[in-house]
């Protein structure tokens, strides 16, 4: 993540785990948000299985419903 901000100096960047770690997705999507981000991408860093995919999916969906969150693109 480090060299992803050094390379993207003026985008805002987080990370957010799926499960079984903190921060969750909404959580770092809303950490965007605090910090003035109007569309957010999610990229995966890592998907173990088929159901990583899935699990990724529903997570985004969440937070698109999420009255604080902008547009989120997966």
């Known amino acids: 993540m480090h060299q992803l901000r050094q390379r993207l100096p003026r985008r805002i960047v987080e990370w957010a785990y799926l499960e079984f770690a ?3 997705l909404l959580e770092g999507v809303e950490r965007c948000v605090e910090r003035g981000a109007r569309s957010i ?3 995966p860093g890592m998907l173990h299985a088929a159901s990583s995919a899935t699990m990724m999916s529903s997570a985004v969906a969440r937070a698109r419903r999420c ?3 902008p ?3 997966d």
């Open 22 to 24: 903190q921060p969750v």
């Open 41 to 43: 991408i999610t990229l």
């Open 67 to 69: 009255a604080v969150i």
């Open 71 to 73: 547009a989120v693109k």
